[in-house]
Structure formats: structure tokens, C-alpha cells
């Protein structure tokens, strides 16, 4: 890897660091005093994206890189809320991630430049995966904030509207009778503290 090449791996991945930052705005909107960011929300979109592709057959790693890369734009778009995007005519993201990655090593450039185009396209397996996996963490997240509170119906109505696969369309409804924290209630009454 040349000098240059170098450099610029080092700026892209400065520039994904952004994501822990930007807040999630449709958050902000929805009133949650301290929001996830769009980093939290794709750690978890590419873990349900492993899940939801062990369910459906599909390639689970795939899956899961797809759903690493599918918000990565938003460094140079941010996270535009859902009526924004009636009023805006953004960039594709195939086309932000291709300025995104100009000057890396071209091997590398084409890695993350086909995981944004199969995400982007829809026509895999993997990437229905993935793209159920966005939206059932959306629903998920909006579950975690309801039970705090703020009233995130929209959110859940919308993401469960969008859901695809099977497996997706399962694991929502069993989220949405599940409390988010029974999982750590179950594990304290299995194993006491030492």
C-alpha cells in the first residue's frame, strides 16, 4: 500500500468515526433526551443481520458486512429524518460511498463500493437480510424507547410495514411482546451473584 493510499485509509476511517457522533435525528424528533447514534445503530443492524440470514438461509457473514456499510454515507448526508427526505434529492448512496472511497487502494474501494451496491440493490439474499435487519432494529430501538417513555408508534408501525423476510416479520412481532430487558432478569434468576 503506498504512502497516499495509506493516508487515505486513515482519513476514511476518521470519517466513519463520525457515526458514533451523529446522533439518529428521527430520534431527536421523536423527543428521546439522549438518542442513539448512527454507529449504535448499525452495531446492532449487522448482529440482527447475522441473525435474521441464519433464519432465512442465507450468507450470515454477508449479511452482516452489508448491514455494516448500508449507513456509512451519512457521514457526508446525515441522518435525514423521514419527512426530510420528501423535501430532499440526495445523493445515491452507491454514488457518496464511491467519493467516500476514491483513493483508497482500489481492492478496498471495491470491497466497500459492492457492499453499498448489493445492499442498495435489494436482489440478494443477503441483502434482504440486511435490509430487514435495519428496519426491525429501528423497531426494536423504538420498543427500547417506548418503554421509557416517549411514544415511538409511528416508528414501529412503519418499520414493521417494511419488513420483507419471514424471519424478519418473526422476530419483530416476538420483540414487540418481549420487554427489552427480560433477557438480564432471566439471567440473574438462572445464575446468582457469587
Given amino acids: 500500500m503506498a504512502d497516499e493510499e495509506l493516508a487515505r485509509a486513515v482519513d476514511f476511517l476518521y ?12 430520534w431527536v424528533v421523536a423527543g428521546v433526551a439522549a438518542p442513539e447514534s448512527i454507529a449504535d445503530h448499525s452495531h446492532r443492524t449487522a448482529i440482527t443481520a447475522a441473525v435474521i440470514a441464519s433464519m432465512e ?94 411514544d415511538t408508534q409511528a416508528w414501529i408501525d412503519s418499520s414493521l410495514a417494511s419488513l420483507k423476510t419471514a424471519s424478519g416479520k418473526r422476530l419483530a412481532e416476538e420483540a414487540l411482546r418481549t420487554p427489552s430487558l427480560r433477557w438480564m432478569h432471566e439471567a440473574r434468576e438462572a445464575r446468582p451473584a457469587l
Fill in 57 to 150: 438461509g442465507a450468507d450470515v457473514q454477508r449479511a452482516a458486512f452489508l448491514a455494516l456499510f448500508h449507513d456509512t454515507q451519512e457521514t457526508r448526508l446525515t441522518d435525514i429524518p423521514y419527512i426530510g427526505k420528501r423535501y430532499l434529492k440526495a445523493a445515491p448512496n452507491t454514488e457518496v460511498t464511491a467519493d467516500q472511497t476514491a483513493g483508497l487502494p482500489e481492492g478496498l474501494a471495491e470491497v466497500i463500493g459492492d457492499a453499498v451496491g448489493e445492499y442498495e440493490a435489494k436482489e440478494s439474499a443477503a441483502a434482504a437480510c440486511a435490509k430487514d435487519a435495519d428496519k426491525l432494529e429501528c423497531l426494536m430501538q423504538a420498543a427500547e424507547y417506548r418503554e421509557q417513555g416517549t
Fill in 15 to 26: 470519517e466513519v468515526g463520525l457515526l458514533k457522533r451523529y446522533k439518529r435525528t428521527g
